[in-house]
C-alpha cells in the first residue's frame, strides 16, 4: 500500500476515534475504584503536615465527608491493639455526638468551638499511624464501586448514624480492659469506610463485625459484670 493510502487509512481511525461514544458506568455494577486520591493519601498528608492536628482542620479539609472520616480516625483508636491512655472513652462520646447529627439529617459536622480547638497530636501518631494507614489501604485495596446509591442517600445516611451510634454506645459502656470495645469499634472503622469509597458489600462486612461485637457485649459483659458483683 503506498504511503498516501496509509495515511488515509491512519486519518479514518484518528476520525472513528474521535467521535467514539465513552462508556458510562451503569449505578449498580461492580467496578473499581476510580483513579484518584484516596482516603489513606489524604490522611497521610494530613497527619505528616504542618498544620494543626485539630478535630476543626480536619473537618475544613474533607468537608461534609467528615462524619466517616471522623469516624475512622477517632475509632480506630479503640480498634487497634494499641495501648490507649484512657482517652477512647473521650472519642466515642464525640463519635456519639456526631452520629446524632446524621440521624438528625445535618450535611455539616457540628462540634464546640473547643472541642474543634483540640489538639490530637500526640494521641494519632507512631504506631497508631501507621497502624490505621496499613488498615484503610488494605481495605480499599479490596474496595470495589458496589451499589453505592444504596449508602448514599438520605435515609441510608439516617441508618448510618444510628447504627454508628449503637456500636459506640457498645464500645462506651463494654467492662473496662476487657477488650470487648474491639469489634464494635472495628465495625465502625469498616463500615465508615465503606460509606466513603461507595461499597456497599464492605459497609455490610463493617455492619457484621460491629453486630458480632454487640452481642459479646452483652453475653461477656453481662457475665463479667456479675463476676465481679459476686466478689463483693
Known sequence: MSSGGL???FSSMQQREAHRPVALVVSGQNQPMPEKEQLSDQLERWLGGDQP??????IDLFGERSFAVLFVLL??????????????HVFELIVMLVALQLVAGRREVWLPERWKRRDISSTIRGRFT?????LIRWLERHSMARLAVLITNRISRMIFGVVVLAFALTAFLAPPFSGLD??????IVVLS??????DSL???????????GVTLVLVLGRATYEGIGSLF
Open 182 to 187: 474491639t469489634l464494635p469499634a472495628l465495625g
Open 75 to 88: 475509632m480506630a483508636l479503640p480498634a487497634l491493639p494499641l495501648p490507649t491512655g484512657g482517652v477512647t
Open 202 to 212: 464492605l459497609a455490610l462486612g463493617g455492619l457484621l463485625i460491629g453486630a458480632v
Open 7 to 9: 495515511s488515509f487509512c
Open 53 to 58: 492536628k485539630t478535630l476543626g482542620s480536619l
Open 193 to 198: 469506610v465503606g460509606v466513603i469509597v461507595g
Open 130 to 134: 501507621e497502624r490505621l494507614l496499613r
